[in-house]
């Protein structure tokens, strides 16, 4: 089992960053996918969710209207638009596949936002 992400990077703050992760080693369309993220000195927090036929999203208040969470069940990938950056954004962003009791984790990226 893998989820590899990718997308990562520095950019300005005001900027965009596309997010994706790329899931193998088990069928991914019925697992709930969710994009985290982990700033220095805090602790991992919910950013997006979405749900297996990809009808259904929810975000964090502070990303909500700025990321758009999207899922290609054929490409056995999930997305991660982020649009108007702010410094704040900075973290390292992981994804995950849950199903039930069983989750995957991803290594995750980093994304800095700074001028």
């Known amino acids: 089992v893998q989820l590899v992400e990718s997308g990562g990077g520095l950019v300005q703050p005001g900027g965009s960053l596309r997010l994706s992760c790329l899931a193998s080693g088990f069928t991914f369309s019925p697992y709930v996918m969710s994009w985290y993220r982990q700033a220095p000195g805090k602790e991992r927090e919910l950013v997006a969710t979405i749900y297996s036929a990809g009808w259904s999203t929810n975000y964090a208040d502070t990303v909500k209207g700025r990321f758009t969470i999207s899922r290609d069940n054929a490409k056995n990938t999930v997305y991660l638009q982020m649009n108007s950056l702010k410094p704040e954004d900075t973290a390292v962003y992981y994804c995950?596949?849950?199903?039930?009791?069983?989750?995957?984790w991803g290594q995750g990226t980093q994304v800095t936002v700074s001028s």
């Open positions: 995950k596949a849950e199903r039930g009791s069983i989750d995957y």
